[in-house]
């Protein structure tokens, strides 16, 4: 890999214009993982939901048996709201991913590096969380603030979550702001659908839950929704962290860049 911080900030968003332009020069060489990312991340992304709930729905109508009927036992092993599925795998791989760009960003970029490396540990911590689940293990602290919120939260771990939500984005609002425009709209749209899955709609499934005495179609939906939602979110997040990466392949070497900050003004 190659970096040429010399060039970054002087060339800022021109740079996504050369690498965009005619296939000429030394520029035409560079491109951006953008497209072909985006093209295989959010179509999985939307039909992981579709498919397990069309899993789940045919297990029904056929009357497949538990635990080994044929159709229960796909539903399962692509079940979107259970624990120790394939689903899961994929999501903590997507974190994963999204860790590992903003370390390679943590190492090229020019400045706030510091918080690129906080960024990739808020990743790699919430990837462990998609696999063992350690959100659910904050009962214990959510039920202990649970007299300071207005309303009764069935799920009371959301109140620590949204904690800690909060200090993340505050902590991370000066470096996605300092990004080109573009990124920083990703991350923004990524960020807001991931947290309306993980915690607007956790809370509602919590109500659903509690009111309807627990597993019902309309908590399904929820939650399918709800990880729908978390991993489109996820999905864009990586796709925009990709696109401060222009690549180039030569002689064998490929070469990476860092290419995701706005222009400084003169």
């Not at 590096?113 to 063992?132: G, K, M, N, P, Q």
């Amino acid at each position: 890999m190659h970096s040429y911080p010399g060039a970054m900030e002087a060339e800022g968003d021109s740079f996504s214009a050369e690498t965009h332009g005619p296939d000429t020069g030394e520029a035409a060489r560079w491109s951006r993982p953008t497209r072909p990312l985006a093209w295989v991340l959010l179509p999985v992304a939307v039909l992981i939901p579709l498919a397990s709930l069309a899993l789940w729905r045919i297990a029904l109508l056929t009357g497949s048996p538990a635990p080994h009927g044929l159709w229960h036992q796909a539903w399962t092993a692509f079940d979107i709201g259970a624990e120790g599925t394939v689903v899961v795998w994929y999501a903590a791989s997507l974190w994963l991913l999204l860790g590992l760009l903003a370390a390679l960003a943590a190492v090229l970029a020019p400045r706030h590096r510091l918080s690129w490396w906080l960024f990739a540990a808020v990743c790699t911590v919430a990837a462990a969380d998609e696999a063992a689940a350690l959100h659910e293990r904050m009962l214990f602290l959510g039920d202990r603030l649970r007299p300071y919120v207005p309303f009764d939260v069935h799920y009371s771990w959301v109140i620590p979550g949204t904690i800690i939500a909060i200090v993340v984005a505050a902590l991370l609002a000066r470096l996605v702001l300092a990004l080109r425009r573009r990124v920083t709209l990703t991350l923004v749209v990524a960020g807001t659908l991931f947290l309306l899955g993980a915690l607007v709609i956790e809370t509602l499934t919590g109500f659903v839950e509690r009111d309807h005495g627990g597993f019902s179609d309309t908590y399904v939906v929820l939650t399918y929704v709800e990880e729908a939602c978390e991993l489109v979110g996820v999905s864009l997040a990586v796709v925009g962290l990709a696109s401060m990466f222009p690549t180039r392949r030569e002689g064998g070497v490929l070469s990476v860049r860092f290419d995701g900050y706005r222009r400084r003004a003169a």
